[in-house]
């Protein structure tokens, strides 16, 4: 755990996300949950220590973020709406609860006993919903709580003006490679923009240690390579699946090595992103000719 202003901490370490907190004077606001079972009880554990838990924030739908939240089952969610509509096809996409559990024997054997445990029901949606953005008071602090959709529709950033820090999830990877393989590249560009808008000096990235705003210059070109990359073929032609039968540079578009276990999605995640972007970039040359 390590503190990243005067009452905000972030953790680093565990495999998935960036889980975070801000300590206000009327107890604690976390933004995301550990991905492990175990990380996620220890943490909450950790935490009660501190203050009681009075609200947790996912930033997004993908289940490095929100897995946890089962491990917190007395607190309030709070979520974009569009992130509550879908929120059981992602906590689900990768098999039922016994399946992930036969899983985690071998990928996570600490955690076995955590899945399915009764006390901990494995859906914990967010029942405090908001569309644009919400405010949220509590003690000597206040959170803004703001949708900003790019690598997911419901992706959603949490600015604290009081500690000068904003937790973007993953419009932000520092230093590790960029999950694209579902977002709109345009929105996400914008919304670098809005983060970089923000009075903030330290960013809490989703994956990555926190950085400042300089590096958003760095993740937008990330994006804009990419885009970059795939219109070449989309412009001769070339559909996705030919593209793919090509070698391709991952390095060219994003120098970052893959991070925090996910090393047996490399192939997978570069073949999503050049199907994802190709489909939109299409979409868009399409509508755009309909004009
Ligand atoms: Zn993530």
């Known amino acids: 755990m390590r503190r ?41 554990e950790r935490l009660e220590e501190k203050a009681p838990i009075r609200y947790l924030i996912n930033t997004e739908p993908h289940l490095d973020h929100i897995s946890g939240n089962a491990y917190f089952p007395k607190v309030e969610v ?29 990928t996570d054997p600490d955690s076995v006993w955590l899945f399915g445990h009764p ?61 694209l393989q579902e977002c709109d590249p345009w929105e996400w560009l914008q919304a670098l923009d809005s983060i970089r808008a923000l009075d903030a000096e330290v960013i809490i990235p989703g994956h990555g240690e926190p950085c400042g705003k300089d590096y958003l210059t760095r993740q937008g070109e ?5 885009v970059g990359f795939v219109e070449r073929f989309v412009e001769r032609g070339v559909s996705a699946e030919e593209a793919l ?9 994003d120098p970052y090595p893959i991070g925090q276990r996910l090393f047996q999605y490399d192939g997978m995640l570069t073949e999503m992103i050049v199907k994802n972007l190709h489909r939109r970039i299409r979409e868009r040359k399409e509508r755009a000719a309909a004009q």
């Open 222 to 226: 990330i994006v804009e390579n990419w």
């Open 4 to 44: 990243v202003g005067k009452n905000s901490f972030t953790e680093v370490y565990f495999a998935g996300c960036n889980p975070s907190f801000v300590e206000t004077s009327d107890g604690i606001v976390m933004i995301d949950s550990p991905q492990q079972p175990i990380d996620a009880v220890r943490w909450r």
């Open 119 to 179: 006390d901990y029901p494995p859906s914990h949606p967010p029942t405090t919903l908001f569309g644009d953005r919400m405010r949220l008071p509590l003690g000597n602090h206040s959170f803004e709580i703001i949708h900003m959709p790019g690598h997911t529709a419901p992706q959603t950033s949490v600015y604290v003006p009081e500690e000068g820090i904003v937790f973007t999830g993953d419009n932000v990877f520092y230093k590790c490679r960029s999950w």
């Open 78 to 106: 709070i979520g974009h709406e569009k992130l509550k509509e879908c929120f059981e096809d992602y906590l689900y996409a990768f098999g039922t609860v016994e399946e992930r559990r036969e899983a985690a024997k071998e």
């Open 245 to 253: 039968q090509q070698p391709i540079s991952v390095t060219r578009q």
